[in-house]
């Protein structure tokens, strides 16, 4: 069984258009996260949620809206895609250190969005 | 806010060599954790090592060794005997142990050749 898993791996849409990528983990993790890996391979955190509390919005536009039905699931919805929001997005999760966890991040295998 | 730093976009070495991937990261906390995660060009996100800051011990897995120090803020990667199945791009990681805001900050990332 996959730990994390995100659908769909790959994603060509066109600009304008709305897309959602889903993510669920079996661990047992309270802590879901979306990071953003750009062209240049730079990883940059975009949401975390806590057992379906909003953490962490690091200055992320609007038309990113992250939704976490329950501890196991963080899904990413993106209104009117740019060129811009090409990238690879990962989803991971973790135990919260303050809760014993061991402070690692398990991630997805990531999915490669295109905008055309 | 805490930042990241890997100096060396680029390394290479000669199958079975060893070589040190650098990094510095700024904090003022005192007790963090720190990662190298490698990833492949199946594009995965792959823990490598792990170091609590309170430890003073430098992590060993395998092949793979940190050299820590906490006073100069510095956390490189010695890879041993290089294989080729360790070409992939690197990647130091920073994490707080502070309630509330419990994420990975990531380095730039170092994009490693293993020659054969």
């Known amino acids: 069984d996959t730990a994390v898993s995100q659908t769909p791996k790959y994603l060509v849409t066109q600009m304008g258009n709305d897309k959602s990528i889903k993510c669920e983990q079996n661990l047992g993790h309270d802590t879901m996260y979306w990071y953003k890996q750009d062209s240049k391979k730079f990883l940059k955190i975009m949401f975390s949620y806590n057992n379906k509390e909003l953490i962490i919005n690091e200055t992320v536009p609007n038309r990113f809206s992250p939704k976490s039905p329950d501890k196991a699931h963080l899904n990413l919805h993106i209104n009117s895609l740019e060129l811009g929001d090409s990238a690879v997005y990962f989803c991971?999760?973790?135990?919260?250190?303050?809760?014993?966890?061991?402070?690692?991040?398990?991630f997805g295998e990531g999915s490669r969005l295109t905008v055309l | 806010a805490q930042t990241v730093t890997q100096s060396q976009p680029e390394m290479s070495v000669q199958e079975a060599e060893t070589v040190t991937l650098s990094c510095t990261y700024d904090?003022?906390?005192?007790?963090?954790?720190l990662f190298w995660y490698k990833q492949p060009p199946s594009r995965q996100m792959i823990l490598v090592i792990r170091q609590e800051a309170y430890k003073q011990q430098n992590a060993t897995e395998n092949r793979f060794s940190v050299n820590f120090q906490k006073a100069a803020k510095s956390f490189s990667l010695k890879i041993s005997d290089s294989q080729l199945g360790d070409a992939a791009m690197y990647f130091c990681a920073y994490r707080s142990t502070q309630g509330g805001s419990e994420k990975l900050v990531f380095g730039k990332g170092t994009k490693l050749t293993v020659n054969p």
């Open positions: 991971a999760s973790s135990r919260r250190t303050l809760a014993g966890g061991s402070g690692e991040l398990f």
């Open positions: 904090t003022s906390e005192s007790d963090y954790y």
